[in-house]
């Protein structure tokens, strides 16, 4: 399951947690379309690879991690491992979004 991030701290926290497992944040608004139709394709994923971290940031809620992380338009996905950015893409691109997490991971 896809854990949703409720501030920066959370986020920081969450990442030291997962040590050099692989991070996926999604970056995602309540409003938007494309963000509705992948989030159960993120849960899936979340049920699949549990040896990845999954999290949700609402840009809404969480402005302040958007601007962090350059976010202009959603969904959009940034890969982290040890603390590092590996990839990063916008767009509901399902095929895009399993390879990522396969190649990274």
């Known amino acids: 399951m896809a854990i949703h991030i409720k501030d920066s701290d959370d986020l920081k926290k969450r990442l030291a947690d997962a040590d050099s497992k692989l991070v996926v944040i999604d970056f995602y608004a309540t409003w938007c379309g494309p963000c509705k139709i992948i989030g159960p394709k993120i849960e899936e994923l979340a049920g699949e690879h549990t ?55």
């Open 51 to 105: 040896e990845v971290v999954f999290v949700k940031v609402d840009v809404d809620e969480c402005e302040d991690i958007a601007t962090e992380y350059n976010i202009n338009s959603m969904p959009t996905f940034v890969f982290i491992k040890n603390g590092k950015v590996l990839d990063d893409f916008s767009g509901a691109n399902v095929d895009k979004l399993v390879s990522s997490v396969l190649k990274h991971k």
